[in-house]
Nanobody, 115 residues
Framework: QVQLVESGGGLVQAGGSLRLSCAAS????????MGWYRQAPGKQRELVAT???????NCVDSVKGRFTISRDNANRMVYLQMNSLKPEDTAVYYC?????????WGQGTQVTVSS
């Protein structure tokens, strides 16, 4: 089993920054993919960014140049640095870890961007 706990969400004005953190614990394999998804009210959950255990990253076009995903394998952490935030970034952000065809999810952290 894998447990994921997110932190760092909150309320910020447009143009501001937030850094989300996710702590992973449990039976974590050497090779895995961690990432962030988000779900806005009334919308489907969408991928924001992913990072492999080797450090390869991918992110959705709408956040390129503004969000940066990173990870600390030694401490089992993944981060999402969010800059130049927009009201449309408002959502619940979920941390995820995928290994051996199984995906685990955190409980989510709310990010609210005011205009």
């Amino acid at each position: 089993q894998v447990q994921l706990v997110e932190s760092g969400g909150g309320l910020v004005q447009a143009g501001g920054s937030l850094r989300l953190s996710c702590a992973a614990s449990g039976s974590i394999f050497r090779f895995n993919v961690m990432g962030w998804y988000r779900q806005a009210p009334g919308k489907q959950r969408e991928l924001v960014a992913t990072i492999t255990s080797g450090g390869f990253t991918n992110c959705v076009d709408s956040v390129k140049g503004r969000f940066t995903i990173s990870r600390d394998n030694a401490n089992r952490m993944v981060y999402l640095q969010m800059n130049s935030l927009k009201p449309e970034d408002t959502a619940v952000y979920y941390c995820t870890l995928s290994q051996s065809s199984i995906s685990y999810w955190g409980q989510g952290t709310q990010v609210t961007v005011s205009s």
